[in-house]
């Protein structure tokens, strides 16, 4: 179940940094979630960090984007991924000028 942010948003700027993976941004007129980032925190948190801090209470389920727990999990597995594509390649950047 993705989230997503309604109208009724008032732009705080409270929720863009709460979140985990970078799935908010602002919109036109108003913050939005993208449903293919967001994992309601699954993976980092117990609680949606957005909802939490949200003024308004303006961050519902977005109906459009129902998902159960276990395909939110795969969702934060896929984006953890994601994020480190050159982990386990090339070289250590920092060996060369150790010695000198």
Known sequence: ???M?????????????ECPNQAISMGEDFYQIDPAKCTECVGHFDEPQCVQVC????????P???????????????????????????GAGGSTTAGA
């Not at 942010?5 to 940094?17: A, F, K, M, R, W």
């Not at 003024?55 to 977005?62: A, F, G």
């Not at 276990?70 to 090339?90: D, F, N």
């Open 1 to 3: 179940m993705a989230l």
């Open 5 to 17: 942010i309604t109208d009724e948003c008032i732009n705080c700027d409270v929720c863009e940094p």
């Open 64 to 90: 459009e984007h129902v998902e159960n727990r276990e395909t939110l999990w795969q969702k934060y597995q896929r984006l953890q991924q994601a994020a480190q594509p050159a982990s386990g390649a090339g």
């Open 55 to 62: 003024p308004v209470n303006c961050i519902p389920v977005n």
